[in-house]
């Protein structure tokens, strides 16, 4: 799965690499990582809002969703959306046929089960210091305060090579968008041909490192720079 995502950049490199108005970032405070759990709000371009840069909360919420409580519960378990059922699943269905984004990140990280303990793994890709992952998009109206909520959730995919050696209890890795793939991710019409078009990333575009156990610590600091320092634990070197 996906619940951990790096985004450390800058403002003018999202503009860059994404030929995209990111003046919503002006205030916006980078961090080494953001947990789906805290439902942090994330950089993100839309279908509906290409070329612009906007935030949405991590954890999707339908339309249809009856009130806060209903959107309290049914949003902590939206953070990921499986690609062989999102055309299916009520929750998903209309947002991956109509409502889809990138999720801007420049890495995401992931646990690996080896003895008994979890080691967390920070991956990346190899030439690309920013990229995006396939996102579905829903935009919630608070019945009570008439607040609209913008949330997202990140679809995933059965692992590729190294990420079934990584996330080895799941096997699932999260959808990256190659940039020839990106567009069509936003733009496409057809959803029978859209979920054709979702599949794992190429691992030989990857990178990925072991890093300190204390990513996972609830105290863990978000500006804390070792967190995404290599860390080599004793008999890695018999996985990979």
């Not at 009130?67 to 499986?82: C, L, M, P, V, Y």
């Not at 209309?94 to 409502?99: E, L, M, Q």
């Not at 829903?138 to 949330?151: A, F, N, R």
Request: hydrophobic letters at 35%; glycine letters at 4%; one cysteine or more.
């Amino acid at each position: 799965m996906c619940f951990t995502i790096h985004i450390r950049t800058t403002r003018d490199a999202i503009e860059s690499r994404f030929k995209a108005d990111a003046s919503a970032l002006a205030d916006f405070e980078f961090r080494y990582f953001y947990k789906a759990f805290e439902k942090p709000q994330i950089p993100v371009i839309s279908s509906n809002q290409q070329g612009k840069v906007t935030f949405a909360q991590w954890g999707l919420i339908p339309h249809w969703t009856r009130d806060q409580e209903h959107a309290e519960r049914i949003s902590k378990g939206t953070f990921n959306a499986r690609a062989e059922s999102v055309d299916s699943k009520p929750a998903f269905r209309d947002a991956f046929r109509h409502h889809r984004c990138w999720v801007i990140v420049s890495g995401f990280f992931e646990w690996q089960h080896v003895n008994g303990e979890k080691r967390p793994w920070f991956i990346s890709l190899k030439e690309k210091e920013l990229f995006t992952l396939g996102g579905l998009l829903s935009e919630w109206t608070d019945p009570d305060s008439g607040e609209i909520l913008k949330t997202f959730s990140i679809l995933t995919t059965k692992a590729n090579t190294l990420m079934s050696r990584i996330h080895n209890t799941k096997k699932r890795m999260p959808l990256i968008l190659e940039d020839d793939e990106a567009d069509y991710w936003l733009n496409a019409t057809d959803p029978h041909a859209l979920k054709q078009f979702v599949r794992p990333f190429n691992d030989d575009k990857m990178k990925a490192f072991t890093v300190s156990k204390k990513i996972g610590r609830p105290d863990a600091d978000p500006f804390d720079h070792t967190i995404i320092e290599e860390v080599k634990y004793h008999d890695t070197e018999k996985l990979f």
